[in-house]
């Protein structure tokens, strides 16, 4: 079984650029969810998606960030415009539906993000 | 005052070695604990996860939270250079209206080397 997939793996842009990162969760989960971690710092939730439909977003930093889940497959996860201080890695991870099975949150490999 | 406090180590230990891992929190509305795995330039990988106060072990793995204290610890058994890794403790509340599920807030991880 395929686990989290996530691209690009590694991306460089500038300042004021476009970043869209792609999220491919594991067949049949219902929830996605985005996390980061910048610079010396911790894995910070962003938002949680349940099939199409955002759950919670009370992570996301500012207007800047824009995630979708069309069809309720994968996601992408787009910066607009990048700052300098977006830079870190952006963790994909997902779960099936179950109420027992919840806490099995399986991450992806990450997207690392540098802008300069 | 960070919600999870967790020393970053480094911690080195020789092989066969008993290791503990700890985290304190200040938030007592959490109620799942989780501890996580991730080797370099990996995601993070779920270990155990944990309910109630008291020990659940998985092979060499023994997971222990006591709500009381606020003060969960991950104790490895007969420690292997494999397990080498940065581990993450990782806590949550339970679902209740808008607060997803899936929220997890991290520790800032420990860096575990364990040497030959």
């Known amino acids: 079984e395929a686990g989290v997939t996530q691209f690009p793996s590694h991306s460089v842009i500038e300042k004021g650029q476009t970043v869209t990162l792609r999220c491919d969760p594991i067949s049949g989960h219902d929830n996605l969810y985005w996390y980061r971690r910048v610079m010396g710092k911790e894995i910070k939730f962003l938002l949680h998606?349940?099939?199409?439909?955002?759950?919670?977003e009370s992570g996301m930093p500012n207007n800047r960030f824009l995630a979708e889940r069309t069809g309720g497959t994968y996601s992408t996860l787009k910066v607009q415009p990048a700052e300098l201080e977006d830079s870190g890695v952006y963790f994909c991870a997902s779960s099936p539906r179950s109420m027992t099975s919840r806490n099995t949150i399986y991450f992806g490999e990450g997207s690392w993000l540098t802008v300069v | 005052q960070k919600e999870v406090e967790q020393d970053p180590g480094p911690l080195s230990v020789p092989e066969g070695a008993i290791v503990s891992l700890n985290c304190t929190y200040s938030n007592s509305a959490f109620q799942y604990f989780m501890w996580y795995r991730q080797y370099s330039r990996k995601g993070p990988e779920l270990l155990m996860y944990?309910?109630?106060?008291g020990n659940k072990e998985d092979g060499r793995f023994t997971a222990q939270v006591d709500k009381s204290s606020k003060y969960i610890s991950l104790f490895i058994r007969d420690s292997q250079p494999s397990d080498s890794a940065t581990y993450l403790c990782?806590?949550?509340?339970?679902?209740?209206?808008?607060?997803?599920?899936?929220?997890?807030?991290f520790g800032q991880g420990t860096i575990l080397t364990v040497h030959p």
């Open positions: 990782a806590m949550r509340h339970p679902y209740a209206g808008g607060t997803s599920y899936g929220k997890l807030t």
């Open positions: 944990t309910y109630s106060s």
């Open positions: 998606f349940v099939k199409e439909s955002k759950q919670d």
